[in-house]
């Protein structure tokens, strides 16, 4: 009788756990899926907006820094002189620092990731430098995001720290009923309701994405134009002429790159370059 009585409190409980992801998917929808500007068309732009690199612009798109994005920065710095890329047999080996970024104006992000790159010297073999920006992407994310923040493209609330304290504290509080297991299945299925939640919250913080400010609003409508631009290059609408090209590769790679349009402007890029990016890209 005691069980039947847990099992019919539980009920609610287990409504309310299948209805915080589903909330949370169909907020995620709303908030993401739909024009960030509204009421007005969708136009090509034929710029990127000039104060945001392609790191900012993929955290800006996606909300995270993606892979895509951070090699988009590569390439940039590459174009812009402060490193260069060495193949040989076809395939990336080394990265090398050219200039000195100190005296370039490199943004706080780009002086974290070469920070990172080249910790032992002016120089780092492909698999090491893989390695040392998987291990410092938080906090060039990190250093993105604050940029971001400082020049007001995100919102003043950002409820993905909370989410991550309440997370810890269920952690904790999980922790501990382990120690009372033997309190019964009452205690049992309690802590296996505590443990789905925590999944739960942990999914969300994970996935959490900032809220943007009307400018951040404004730069994404202006990013997504742009891409729109891109996609008709990539699709050969645009004719390309020789002259254009090593200039056009200087402001246009690293964006299309970062939206993922690839397979063109890896062909172009190593044509001008003759730097074979397909293990980057």
Do not use: C, N
């Not at 993929?58 to 995270?64: A, E, H, S, V």
């Not at 205690?187 to 925590?198: D, E, G, K, P």
């Amino acid at each position: 009788m005691a069980g039947y009585a847990v099992w019919t409190a539980l009920i609610p409980v287990g409504g309310a756990l299948f209805l915080l992801p589903v909330g949370y998917f169909v907020w995620l929808y709303l908030m993401y899926r739909r024009p960030p500007v509204r009421g007005r068309a969708l136009v090509a732009e034929y710029e990127a907006p000039p104060e945001i690199g392609p790191a900012e612009a993929g955290y800006l798109l996606d909300g995270r820094l993606r892979a895509r994005a951070l090699a988009a920065t590569l390439i940039d710095l590459m174009l812009r002189g402060i490193i260069r890329i060495e193949v040989e047999d076809s395939r990336v080996r080394r990265l090398q620092l050219a200039g000195r970024p100190e005296e370039a104006g490199l943004e706080p992000y780009e002086m974290v990731l070469l920070s990172d790159l080249f910790t032992d010297g002016p120089s780092v073999d492909a698999v090491s430098a893989a390695r040392r920006i998987r291990s410092g992407e938080r906090r060039l994310k990190d250093s993105v995001r604050s940029w971001l923040d400082h020049q007001g493209y995100l919102g003043a609330r950002d409820w993905s720290r909370p989410i991550i304290a309440v997370s810890a504290a269920v952690g904790a509080l999980i922790t501990a009923m382990g120690l009372w297991s033997t309190a019964g299945f009452a205690a049992a299925v309690v802590q296996l309701t505590v443990s789905v939640a925590l999944i739960e919250y942990f999914y969300i913080a994970a996935t959490w994405r900032p809220i943007l400010s009307r400018r951040g609003q404004e730069a994404v409508w202006h990013l997504l134009g742009y891409r729109r631009y891109l996609e008709a290059v990539e699709s050969g609408r645009i004719r390309w002429t020789e002259e254009r090209d090593a200039a056009g590769l200087h402001r246009l790679s690293p964006y299309a790159v970062m939206y993922g349009i690839t397979p063109v402007w890896a062909t172009r890029l190593q044509q001008v370059t003759e730097a074979l990016i397909g293990d980057i890209v």
